[in-house]
């Protein structure tokens, strides 16, 4: 892009920008994806209602790095990061995730790979109302059976990590919305999460908390074996992405690398 293009933390990836290719999934990029989606589909409702939300995503998307999806609002970001996730099913296709095959899983069991495996950042942050912000973010380690004082330490340092460990105590309804993003946030990270998945998740931030969200999120991205995908509009934040994929219309239209990727087309 530009001037921010210059400032980018992370830049390791070769700048390149390549069309997709629908090549068959290898065993060796089995190994070293953390997400490899060929022709999956997403309808949702039948017949005349139906509507067809994502048809056929070819996608890799590697351990190890933090990748973007972009693309215009309805074009299926928010229904392809819950099939990732596995909060929705997917229609028809192949994805596997963290070399798990997502279609073989059963409802019980999605559920404990989906709690076990994975942190997630809703686009209107799905919080508890009547619970304090670090009993929030203390969620996953609660519902994963860490005892509760641990729990609410980890939250605690979590929560120091974004900024708000001076509102711990806070319920939802007396924090701002950036504020709310950020427990939103913690608590996606705190039990540490092979997959995080954010959806928009500097949307109701200022541009300097969004930044420091950001370095996180890269921060987080970059200790290895693991994987952050971000759903965003927000062009200010493509510098911290190793991949961007572009997605229009229930497809992945292009996929580009590194920082090169931080002037993808209209969105
Ligand atoms: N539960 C649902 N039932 C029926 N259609 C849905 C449902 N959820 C989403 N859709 C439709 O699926 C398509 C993709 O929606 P999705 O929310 O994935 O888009 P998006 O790219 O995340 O958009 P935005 O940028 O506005 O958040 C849209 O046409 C939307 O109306
Ligand atoms: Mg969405």
């Given at each position: 892009m530009n001037s921010a293009a210059t400032s980018a933390p992370v830049t390791s990836a070769p700048i390149t920008s390549a069309p997709i290719t629908s090549a068959p999934t290898t065993s060796a990029t089995k190994t070293l994806s953390a997400i490899s989606c060929r022709r999956l589909s997403k309808v949702y409702g039948a017949s005349e209602t139906a509507v067809h939300a994502l048809r056929g995503i070819d996608l890799d998307i590697p351990l190890g790095g933090l990748s973007m999806l972009v693309g215009p609002s309805g074009c299926g970001k928010t229904t392809l990061i819950s099939v990732l996730a596995g909060i929705l099913d997917k229609?028809?296709?192949?994805?596997?995730?963290?070399?798990?095959?997502?279609?073989?899983?059963?409802?019980?069991?999605?559920?404990?790979?989906?709690?076990?495996?994975?942190?997630?950042?809703?686009?209107?942050?799905?919080?508890?109302p009547t619970l304090t912000a670090v009993e929030n973010a203390a969620i996953p380690l609660l519902i994963q059976g860490v005892g509760r004082s641990k729990a609410l330490a980890g939250a605690a340092a979590m929560l120091n990590r974004v900024g708000l460990g001076h509102r711990l105590s806070s319920l939802p309804g007396e924090l701002s919305g950036g504020q709310q993003q950020r427990v939103a946030i913690a608590r996606a990270l705190v039990h540490s999460p092979r997959l995080v998945v954010c959806d928009e998740p500097t949307s109701a931030l200022d541009h300097e908390t969004g930044q420091q969200i950001m370095l996180l999120l890269r921060e987080v991205a970059n200790e290895g074996d693991r994987a952050l995908v971000v759903v965003t509009h927000d062009s200010r934040i493509f510098e911290y992405a190793d991949l961007i994929a572009q997605m229009d219309d229930g497809r992945v239209t292009e996929i580009r690398q590194g920082i090169a990727a931080a002037a993808p087309g209209p969105l």
């Open positions: 229609t028809a296709g192949d994805c596997v995730v963290l070399g798990q095959d997502m279609g073989n899983l059963s409802a019980p069991q999605k559920t404990r790979w989906r709690r076990d495996q994975v942190g997630f950042v809703f686009q209107s942050f799905h919080l508890m």
